[in-house]
């Protein structure tokens, strides 16, 4: 499929509706995602814009655009509770663990990015730090302050939203009307230094305890938040690019204040399509550390959780990822995990009898149409649940075809083939699991002997080859648990 036939449609935040795809630049794709600020463990709702804009970076690639993919890692300047005072959530960490700042930030991102890999999310084309971009958020605040969108308080510089809103829209993407969050804010905030609630730093004065701090114009402080998303996509992807994505949680006031930014620094809208993920609940509850139901991507992979009912593979996770449109909320528990499970299983085992299916002289399935329907979803806003039901529908022909209920001829195999396993490995993203992946089916089967055999073992009382071979394949990575009837066992 090339550019030119594809009728790829996308969902704008911005303009609340669906639009063609029109790139700024041709072929070449400019893509910003927020991403994780370092200081704990990544969870569920970390996989979910890491693999909603995985399946995107993916699609776009597949049709063949050239895609600059940029997603950032927040090591500086997030305080707590998103607000413009307080601790840095970084430092914060790093205090508590007596650890450097900067410790505690690669060895989250370092973390991060290995759950990611797992869950087999593409790298970035570009992963670029907050605090590696101290100059550019400066220059930038520098900008905004000439253009006169911005005011000095106590060696801090606060974005001036109500005279910013009165040339331009703060509110547009959100949807927010600015009167109104006046009223809601104006008695509720602390903060002196700022003219109005609304107003928001983008650049702090740092206070003597604070210890991630930068010599400036306007003294010793650290770049807001907001700031660190205008500055790097405006360094690596232009004044104005294709697309920003994030969590439906950035949308305000995280993203709104980076239009804002930009307009008022660079004098231009920073981006045409504005996409964000929607969120997911446990059980129906949003997860939240107060609420015991904050489960971390390593608790699921190693099932290390009160919540859990057992471990589960990174594929499994992405499936059940995949399985929801990325606009719509999901909602973990173990039974809907458990299904999706299933459904990948099911799915993968349709990729082996695809493989071994033998073509006939007739044909009773039309590969070129449900190949066509299959685009049809992805280029409707990157349905994946639409697709991932095209795929079930081709898996019943697959078993129909191995049981000799229908007939297909070899060049519609041939397309099947090549379609199936694209739309299932590379745009879905999704993989074998770690047991076929790692060792193959032959290891996998070796092991069962070799545990068989120790079986044998231990019921003619040879301790010393079940010990043996127990502590060999344990050597070789195997962890072996011990069952009534034998023993189960995992890499
Ligand atoms: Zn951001």
Redesign the pocket.
């Known amino acids: 499929m090339s550019i030119k036939e594809n009728k790829l449609q996308l969902y704008n935040s911005l303009s609340r509706k669906k639009e063609v795809f029109e790139p700024i630049k041709g072929p070449h794709v400019g893509m910003y995602v927020?991403g994780p600020t370092v200081y704990g463990d990544a969870h569920l709702g970390h996989a979910r814009p890491g693999i909603a804009f995985d399946l995107i970076f993916r699609y776009l690639k597949h049709l063949d655009y050239k895609v600059r993919y940029v997603r950032?890692i927040t090591d500086v300047g997030h305080l707590e509770n998103d607000a413009d005072h307080g601790e840095d959530k970084i430092a914060k960490k790093a205090r508590l663990e007596q650890l450097e700042p900067m410790e505690i930030a690669q060895y989250f991102s370092d973390r991060y990015i290995d759950n990611m890999d797992a869950l087999n999310v593409l790298r970035p084309s570009i992963q670029p730090r907050a605090s590696g971009h101290i100059i550019e958020q400066m220059e930038m605040v520098s900008k905004i302050l000439d253009a006169g969108f911005a005011y000095e308080a106590k060696g801090s510089i606060y974005f001036d939203v109500v005279k910013y809103n009165k040339k331009h829209n703060y509110g547009k993407l959100s949807g927010r009307n600015i009167e109104d969050v006046l009223e809601n804010t104006r008695d509720l905030d602390g903060q002196e230094d700022k003219r109005e609630s609304v107003d928001f730093a983008i650049w702090k004065n740092a206070s003597p305890e604070h210890i991630m701090r930068w010599n400036s114009p306007w003294g010793s402080g650290f770049p807001g938040w907001h700031m660190?998303?205008s500055a790097m996509s405006t360094k690596y992807l232009g004044e104005q690019f294709d697309i920003h994505g994030?969590g439906l949680d950035?949308r305000f006031p995280?993203h709104e204040s980076?239009i804002a930014q930009s307009v008022a620094a660079n004098g231009s809208e920073p981006v045409k399509y504005w996409m964000h993920n929607n969120m997911v609940t446990i059980d129906g509850q949003k997860m939240g550390k107060s609420l015991g139901n904050f489960i971390t991507l390593d608790e699921f992979f190693t099932g290390s959780h009160k919540l859990l009912a057992q471990a589960y593979e990174p594929m499994t996770i992405r499936f059940f990822i995949l399985q929801a449109h990325y606009r719509s909320t999901v909602d973990f528990s173990n039974e809907a995990l458990q299904a999706s499970q299933k459904g990948y299983e099911k799915l993968m085992n349709a990729v082996e009898t695809l493989d071994k299916l033998k073509a006939s002289d007739t044909n009773d399935f039309d590969v070129a149409q449900w190949n066509r329907k299959c685009y049809s979803a992805m280029d409707d806003d990157f349905n994946s649940p639409i697709l991932i039901a095209h795929l079930f529908d081709a898996v019943k022909i697959i078993n129909s075809v191995k049981d000799g209920k229908l007939k297909i001829n070899t060049e519609n195999l041939e397309l099947l083939k090549t379609a199936f396993n694209s739309f299932t490995f590379e745009i879905l993203g999704l993989r074998k699991d770690e047991k076929s992946q790692s060792g193959g089916e032959l290891s996998a089967k070796l092991i069962d002997i070799m545990l068989k055999i120790r079986h044998e073992a231990k019921l003619n009382k040879d301790w010393a080859t079940a010990d043996q071979i127990r502590n060999q394949l344990t050597d070789l990575g195997v962890q072996i648990k011990d069952t009534k009837e034998g023993a189960e066992w995992q890499l």
């Open positions: 927020c950032n660190e998303c994030g950035l995280h980076e």
